[in-house]
């Protein structure tokens, strides 16, 4: 039987999308963090997570050899080498690390500290090095596919010693939210930039992708319209950052963990222990290494 040869065309529609999708994963895993500044100021009232990494580190003893995933400008790596833990703060972006830098070298912490600038996908670190491996803050959600997330609990577990602790949190998909408007704005807001101190408009929209579990988000920087009138969204935004995050069910978390070796001790809600059907925006895991 002939077979009926493909066109160009449909050749390289499929090439195309492909290429679109990975165009915006790779600024939806730089975009929101070239600006190290704006992005600290953004996050400056998120502690919660803080307290509860600290408080883990604590009860698992002094002097914890700490491996950070997606450490950033340090936000929980500075808080756990003041209370005296040894730690790795590994994260692909240069821009946070030299803010890292200098903050570790102002406050004196320099020898409790070490920047890595690595993917968490495969860890230049020995077998067995360190005693605790976080990953904070949705790190973990720029991991788009099982092969790369399962990729990073093995290397969480073969840079633990045995008995070690692997905690993370990641957001609970909300269902509803992934499903508004795609050209909608949200979460608009007039604030003034950190180190520019111009007056703008932060707004976001989003689109889920139910194949691929990935949410791409837009976050739009405006100027802002003078006091009292009303923001109307421009044609072309002041600046454009996208952001990718993909969806990570708790089932998927369950398998995950067993499937590289790992035992689960914990999966709540939110830092105060709740059970996540009460739970409002995190999952938090503790895992440990048998």
């Known amino acids: 039987m002939n077979r009926r040869r493909a066109s160009p065309t449909a050749r390289t529609r499929p090439d195309r999308r492909a290429a679109e999708r990975e165009r915006l994963l790779e600024a939806g895993t730089r975009d929101h963090y070239e600006d190290a500044a704006l992005y600290d100021y953004e996050y400056s009232d998120r502690t919660t997570d803080i307290r509860h990494y600290r408080k883990l580190a604590r009860q698992l003893g002094e002097g914890q050899r700490v491996l950070e995933l997606g450490a950033g400008t340090g936000r929980i790596t500075v808080p756990l080498a003041r209370d005296g833990h040894d730690v790795i703060a590994l994260d692909a972006m240069p821009e946070m690390l030299a803010v890292l830098q200098r903050s570790i070298t102002r406050l004196g912490f320099a020898e409790r500290v070490r920047p890595l ?45 045995p008995g070690g602790r ?48 990935v949410c791409h988000i837009r976050i739009f920087y405006d100027d802002a319209p003078p006091a009292g009138r009303r923001f109307v969204p421009p044609a072309k935004p002041k600046r454009l950052v996208h952001l990718a995050h993909r969806q990570i069910f708790p089932e998927e978390i369950r398998m995950l963990v067993a499937t590289a070796g790992f035992e689960l001790d914990s999966l709540t809600g939110d830092f105060d222990d709740r059970p996540l059907r009460d739970a409002k925006d995190s999952q938090v895991a503790l895992c440990s290494r048998a």
């Open 117 to 161: 600038q690595a993917d968490m996908r495969d860890v230049p670190l020995r077998d067995g090095e360190v005693d605790l491996v976080i990953a904070p803050f949705n790190a973990l959600m720029h991991l788009y596919t099982w092969q790369d997330l399962l990729a990073c609990f093995r290397e969480a577990h073969r840079v633990l010693r």
């Open 166 to 213: 692997f905690a993370f949190d990641v957001q609970i998909p909300d269902l509803e939210w992934l499903r508004w408007d795609p050209e909608a704005r949200h979460a608009v807001t007039r604030f003034v930039h950190p180190v520019t101190r111009e007056t703008l408009i932060y707004s976001t929209n989003h689109r889920y992708d139910p194949q691929t579990q």
